[in-house]
């Protein structure tokens, strides 16, 4: 296989070696269809949140005191261990629902959401969590009040802006993703 790059000079290269074992297109669209189908991410949730009829609850699934630090407005919290017993306290059954935990070093997120589905929940998972909400500069609720920080620039181009202009952190609370 050659491969050539969009270029004017129409380069030649050798294809690496990450590629020697690669999936058709049509399997991998629907691996990607399919996680579309599990997972949303920090930008479309708040997009939905701001929308103000989100039409799911958002779950917060970490524990008491990781809630306590910080949460996402407007979620609720049922910590992935009392999934099953409590859901349907807090969810009425059949109501869509996004869950998140803390990050995406962890996978308590992707259990709790196979506890929703279980239970018969249409369900998404929030990935990079909480961290990443915090990290893309969105505010967040404390028993105190909301807090917001400035946006990570590593993970949001927020702090430079996307033309070069600075935005405060009160600003980016509007700021989606740019991709």
Not at 58 to 65: E, I, K
Not at 94 to 103: A, L, Q, R
């Amino acid at each position: 296989m050659t491969l050539r790059l969009a270029q004017d000079n129409a380069d030649t290269i050798t294809p690496s070696s990450l590629f020697a074992n690669v999936a058709a297109s049509d399997a991998a669209i629907r691996h990607f269809e399919g996680r579309l189908a599990f997972e949303t991410d920090i930008s479309d949730v708040a997009a939905e949140l701001a929308a103000g009829a989100a039409g799911f609850v958002l779950v917060d699934t970490r524990n008491d005191a990781a809630w306590a630090q910080g949460r996402v407005p407007g979620a609720v919290h049922l910590p992935g261990r009392r999934i099953a017993e409590e859901a349907q306290t807090v969810v009425p059954a059949g109501t869509p629902v996004v869950v998140y935990c803390w990050g995406p070093a962890c996978n308590g997120a992707t259990r709790a959401a196979l506890a929703f589905a279980r239970l018969g929940y249409p369900v998404k998972e929030m990935i990079g969590g909480f961290e990443y909400w915090v990290r893309e500069g969105f505010a967040f609720a404390t028993d105190e009040g909301l807090v917001q920080r400035a946006p990570d620039g590593l993970t949001n181009v927020a702090v430079g802006g996307l033309d070069g202009e600075r935005v405060t952190p009160a600003a980016a609370s509007g700021i989606t993703c740019a991709c």
